[in-house]
């Protein structure tokens, strides 16, 4: 769930995301009218390889639901083994993450090569090294 704040640079970053070939799910484009969009946020958590969280300093007070979305992807988190990447804290500017993050190494828009970076950290190695799509597109 995307502030509205935020949703201009969320959506270049998601695009740029689709072009490599990953697949996102994006709740501005993944939603259809009627759905019951709480039960499909809560599952699309649930059934993701990772949670790209995206914070600045215009949505990280808010209160909302996606501070719950925020809870539920620590809880998912803590279902994996040690170690795994799933909660990928992208900051899209000089803000602070909360102190539920702290154990979570962050990744700053703003610092170079940090797409590169987020790619290694999502994408199956022997991928990048090969410079191939990540899916076909079809």
Known sequence: HILYEDQQEV??????L???GVVTWFDDSDLLPGDDWQL????AIKDADYFLLFLSSRTIEKVGFKNRELHLALYQQSLRPAGKIFIIPLLL??????????????LR???ENWFERLLKA???KQVLEKGYRLSNPD
Do not use: F, G, H
Not at 11 to 16: A, D, E, R, S
Not at 40 to 43: D, G, L, S, W
């Open 40 to 43: 499909k946020i809560e599952r």
């Open 18 to 20: 689709n072009d490599k």
């Open 109 to 111: 828009t703003t610092s």
């Open 122 to 124: 999502i994408a199956p």
């Open 93 to 106: 500017d000089d803000c602070i993450p909360p102190d539920d993050l702290n154990r979570l190494n962050w």
């Open 11 to 16: 959506t270049v970053i998601t695009n740029k």
